[in-house]
């Protein structure tokens, strides 16, 4: 592919994105009949997708069983599949468009504590000490690197991993067991819908040494990893709309208060399984001669029904029932810490929701496996899977992360949401790989320009490679989604201070 272009202009001399409004256009697989790519984002963002998203793009669609494909306007190069797709299957499952963390997700804690009371940094900065003593950051680091972590027993992770938030283990962990109705999925099953699967599943792979020191993993629960995992206090700006003002209300939204938002998902935990499964179907299609879609190593699959499927979404479910545990008890010790520094502090989960998971659902009549890797679940109100759930006049909120000198947003779904499979974008998505933001970006000016501010953080210097400018442009990527009809604005938050791996902040 030559590169990027305007709509009309050939990507490559085949390939042209179709306009079908100001921000969607389809993107047909050159000489095949097969459904089109369906794209989320204006021209300017349509421009801005790297050769390598497209040719991954592509591959994936043309993948067998894939029926439908989504690219939204965050999209960017993966593994196997761009990060920002969503992929639906009636036949097969796709390790790639999950990803190796699997269900790394997003939270929203809201705090009855206004903004006026964190105005002085001496108070932030002791909200900050208070939570890194709690809450470990980092590849591997688990409850015994802080002297304040929650640890864990083997028992007790054995019941997190196959029960997710039951009542049981919210209520050994010291989490309000009200948060569980707060949940995209509070809790997953084995493949063939039972926990007994899950516990079958996890003695086989214990016995067999694909997850070594098991209790040491355990112990990575209420932890934030690397990279663009993060923490962040902001303030509630609801929007000035009366639908706004009335969602946000219902959504449990306090304008002018705090909010803490987290980011992170199943750890060292769900990245072993994540890597043993692709190791696994690699090997089997090695075995029998399979070809690989688009020739790529990452696009493995398997026919569901089979046991290798059946193997990957019982390793899935272990996976993110660990992830849903380890954001409920991030949020249980940031209150903690709040409390640490004012004690009359509470809180409340206004919702935990998912962006690297494949999930059963209805898409057009069809029982598929909607696969959304690095995107973000969209159901509008009155949407059948809401009912008896506490969104179901409303549509659930939407989490979409930014960067903290724009912030970030609240969003909640439109019935345009059918367009893209009930899904949107999970955040503003890569415009920089690591390495070329090292070399870019300027550590001092990112520094300075957080100073001034005023937002503070866990590290001495903030990590290049997760400062604004390796983003894309995130009011663009708001401007498509909102444009092609998939959600609107509820509300913004305003960074007040960040918590993000301080290992590596010196790149």
């Known amino acids: 592919m030559s590169g990027p272009a305007k709509d009309g202009c050939s990507v490559e001399p085949e390939l042209k994105f179709i306009p079908e409004g100001d921000a969607i256009a389809l993107l047909p697989l050159p000489g095949s009949a097969l459904k089109p790519i369906v794209v989320i984002g204006t021209d300017a963002i349509r421009r801005g997708f790297d050769p390598t998203c497209l040719k991954q793009a592509i591959a994936t669609r043309a993948a067998p069983g894939v029926s439908e494909l989504i690219l939204n306007p965050d999209a960017h190069a993966g593994y196997g599949a761009p990060i920002g797709c969503v992929l639906a299957s009636p036949t097969h499952i796709y390790p790639g468009p999950i990803g190796v963390d699997i269900k790394c997700s997003m939270s929203l804690l809201q705090l009855d504590v206004p903004a006026e009371a964190v105005r002085e940094r001496p108070i932030r900065r002791a909200i900050i000490d208070a939570i890194c003593k709690r809450i470990p ?302 070399k870019a970006l300027n550590q001092a000016a990112v520094d300075a320009e957080l100073d001034k501010l005023d937002i503070l953080t866990n590290c001495r210097k903030y990590p290049l490679d997760e400062a604004p400018d390796a983003y894309k442009d995130f009011r663009e990527v708001l401007r498509s989604v909102e444009v092609a009809g998939l959600a609107s604005q509820v509300a913004t938050l305003k960074a007040r201070f960040v918590i993000k791996d301080a290992a590596d902040s010196d790149g």
């Open 137 to 438: 950051t980092g590849p591997g680091k688990g409850s015994r690197a802080v002297p304040l972590g929650r640890e864990v027993s083997e028992e007790l992770g054995m019941r997190v991993v196959t029960q997710g938030a039951s009542a049981q283990v919210l209520g050994e962990l010291g989490i309000p067991r009200e948060w569980a109705s707060r949940c995209e999925d509070a809790f997953h099953v084995g493949h063939d819908g039972s926990e007994d699967a899950l516990r079958r599943r996890l003695a086989a792979i214990l016995r067999a040494e694909v997850v070594r020191n098991f209790d040491d993993k355990m112990n990575q629960l209420g932890s934030y990893g690397g990279g663009n995992h993060f923490g962040e206090c902001s303030v509630v700006q609801v929007g000035s709309s009366e639908r706004a003002r009335t969602v946000a209300a219902a959504f449990g939204l306090r304008d002018g208060f705090l909010a803490f938002m987290s980011h992170c998902g199943s750890r060292g935990f769900g990245n072993i399984l994540a890597q043993h499964q692709f190791r696994l179907l690699q090997q089997h299609f090695e075995q029998w001669g399979t070809p690989l879609p688009g020739g790529d190593r990452e696009l493995v699959y398997a026919p569901l029904g089979s046991q290798e499927a059946n193997d990957y979404l019982d390793d899935m479910a272990l996976g993110a029932n660990f992830a849903t545990v380890n954001h409920l008890l991030i949020n249980q010790l940031v209150l903690e810490a709040f409390r640490e520094v004012i004690p009359s502090a509470s809180g409340s989960l206004i919702y935990f929701i998912s962006h690297n998971i494949a999930r059963r659902e209805d898409v057009g009549g069809m029982d598929m496996w909607v696969h959304r890797k690095g995107a973000t679940r969209a159901f509008p109100a009155g949407h059948p899977a809401l009912k008896g759930s506490p969104f179901e006049r409303t549509g659930h909120p939407i989490l979409l992360p930014g960067n903290p000198r724009e912030g970030s947003v609240i969003m909640v779904a439109e019935e345009g949401a059918r367009k893209s499979c009930y899904s949107v974008n999970h955040g503003a998505g890569r415009a920089m790989g690591r390495r070329a933001a090292f």
